[in-house]
Nanobody, 126 residues
Framework: QVQLAESGGGPVQAGGSLRLSCTAS????????MGWFRQAPGKEREFVAA????????FYADSVKGRFTMNRDTTRNTVYLQMNSLKSEDTAVYYC???????????????????WGKGTLVTVSS
């Protein structure tokens, strides 16, 4: 079964930047939509961004629009999340996930994607 592995999390000061990566163990997911989600302590899971199979279409949560950029490199089976102008409220565990199709259901906190990574912690200090 394909596995997703996130990396790039860590501590950062408010206003700073981080780039998260998520690599799939094989190219099974090249025909899948990919997404980033996050969950802060004591809060529900939150949709962050989603990208189409070819990378030409990206959807963002309003809370990150204009600050975060998602892209994918199909040759490396990797998606990225460039996070700029980070705020303390961006502190969370960030998860990479994939599903065969994108829908507005991705924004539901209990929607179950086909595949999930184990997450990487981002801590933004003010």
């Amino acid at each position: 079964q394909v596995q997703l592995a996130e990396s790039g999390g860590g501590p950062v000061q408010a206003g700073g930047s981080l780039r998260l990566s998520c690599t799939a163990s094989d190219d099974t997911l090249r025909n899948y939509f990919m997404g980033w989600f996050r969950q802060a302590p004591g809060k529900e899971r939150e949709f962050v961004a989603a990208i189409s199979t070819g990378g030409g279409t990206v959807f963002y949560a309003d809370s990150v629009k204009g600050r975060f950029t998602m892209n994918r490199d199909t040759t490396r089976n990797t998606v990225y999340l460039q996070m700029n102008s980070l705020k303390s409220e961006d502190t969370a565990v960030y998860y990479c996930a994939s599903d065969r199709f994108y829908s507005s259901n991705w924004r539901e906190p209990d929607y179950d994607m086909d595949y999930w990574g184990k997450g990487t912690l981002v801590t933004v200090s003010s």
